[in-house]
């Protein structure tokens, strides 16, 4: 694993504004022992008139000449900063395409309309289905407006051309000022070996004064070493600030990448889960539960197998209207009726009727006809041969074809079983796939 950075010090506003007050109050004072040491300088009456006016001419052709390296040096710095600024804006703008791009998927609006077309001709086929369809028109409507974000693209790439040309123009004038510059200095440096000279040889004259000159070239000396440290403190506070502030962006770096890497994982677990639950609901042979009822139903039917149809048909016509009205239920068969047993539980007699108290009691006595034995069917059963979408029978006489019906649907589940299975494996894999390209 990479080794972490170590955090860097963080800036200290206020021991850096107390050393700035610090070095603020010795360059003071040394200025002001400066212009103490120079009036004594010139009130040196040792025959230095005449090296104290080329002195103070030399001096002002120094402060017309720093001052105009000052000008260029603010005009120059005011070029930097706008040169930084359009280079900063340009990267800000390249970066945010480029971003923008890469989320989009598309780099051109021509990509885009050709993807649109695509789509289009696919709609107007008239061979994809409504959900298909729907699913087409929005992602149409989301490259279209992909298409305007990368035309706002194309009209900035204007902007940014126009920020390049000015980028290049001040890197023009930027080296035209060289010259000038250059020339600037030069001349400080020819007035600062003028004074050097005109110090020199006023020292060859005035051994006496020679001790004021070293005053003022110490005082002098300690000066610049202030602005110096002026300097460093400056440059040394604003590297610190930099990296202060550039350690904290990485922090913060490295904790959106976490949080992302962390996010992609728990998406990679979900999607392991899901697949997995996905493979093993279709590694379940198919028609499982159909072949299972079917099985059923004929094992329950072969009950009344022994009946001869002969008989069922005798009991049917012998059977009596119910002495004790039956609760109609639609949609099942004709002449069938649903009855309630002491537990309430509902079932249904086929073919015959309730038998009621008053009819028990004739049967008992020998009086009336012969009774049907109902064919019953509870709802459980029922409910079977509707999923199964096998004609309920009605009678004894019905069983022995409605067992034929069940084992042919029963064979037909057995002989699709594998093709099924075997798309549902298929659709499973499809749906993983679809998953993780979401």
């Not at 610090?22 to 360059?27: G, L």
């Not at 930027?174 to 200095?185: F, S």
């Not at 042919?408 to 057995?414: A, G, M, S």
């Amino acid at each position: 694993a990479t080794e972490r950075k170590k955090a860097p010090t963080r800036p200290d506003q206020a021991a850096f504004e107390a050393s700035l007050k610090q070095i603020d109050a010795n360059i003071d004072s040394l200025k002001k022992k400066l212009s103490a040491s120079q009036d004594r300088i010139k009130g040196n009456g040792n025959g230095k008139e005449n090296f104290g006016d080329r002195r103070k001419e030399l001096r002002a052709k120094q402060e017309e000449l720093q001052k105009e390296r000052n000008e260029i040096n603010d005009r120059r710095a005011k070029m930097v900063e706008q040169l930084k600024s359009l280079q900063a804006a340009i990267r800000k703008k390249d970066d945010e395409a480029r971003n923008s791009k890469d989320r989009l998927g598309y780099k051109k609006p021509e990509d885009v309309d050709a993807q649109i077309a695509l789509l289009e001709r696919k709609q107007q086929s008239g061979q994809v289905s409504l959900a298909e369809e729907k699913r087409i028109i929005a992602e149409i409507s989301n490259l279209k407006k992909a298409r305007k974000i990368l035309e706002g693209f194309a009209n900035e790439l204007t902007s940014l051309e126009s920020s390049k040309a000015q980028i290049a123009s001040i890197r023009t004038q930027l080296d035209a000022m060289e010259p000038e510059r250059a020339a600037v200095r030069a001349k400080l440096d020819d007035i600062k070996a003028k004074l050097t000279e005109l110090d020199t040889e006023r020292k060859s004259q005035q051994g006496e004064f020679s001790g004021l000159i070293n005053d003022h070239k110490s005082i002098k000396t300690e000066l610049d070493a202030e602005y110096d440290k002026l300097r460093a403190l400056k440059a040394g506070y604003k590297q610190q600030k930099d990296e202060w502030y550039a350690w904290q962006r990485e922090a913060q770096t490295r904790k959106r990448e976490q949080y992302q890497q962390r996010k992609r994982e728990e998406q990679e677990t979900r999607l392991q889960a899901q697949a997995e639950r996905e493979r093993e609901a279709a590694e379940i042979p198919a028609y499982s539960d159909e072949i299972s009822q079917c099985t059923n139903l004929i094992s329950f039917l072969g009950t009344f197998v022994g009946e001869t149809p002969k008989q069922a048909a005798e009991e049917t016509a012998a059977a009596p209207a119910a002495a004790t009205p039956l609760r109609q239920v639609p949609g099942i068969p004709e002449g069938a009726v649903m009855l309630k047993k002491k537990d309430d539980e509902d079932y249904l007699v086929l073919g015959g009727g309730k038998k009621s108290k008053k009819g028990r009691r004739q049967n008992g006595s020998g009086a009336g006809t012969p009774q049907l034995k109902p064919f019953k069917l509870d709802f459980d059963i029922i409910d079977q041969f509707v999923k199964l979408k096998i004609e309920l029978p009605v009678s004894a006489q019905d069983v022995p074809a409605t067992i034929s019906a069940l084992e042919e649907k029963k064979k037909w589940y057995k002989e699709n079983q594998a093709e099924a299975t075997a798309k549902a494996k298929a659709a499973a894999e499809a749906k993983i796939a679809a998953l993780r390209r979401a």
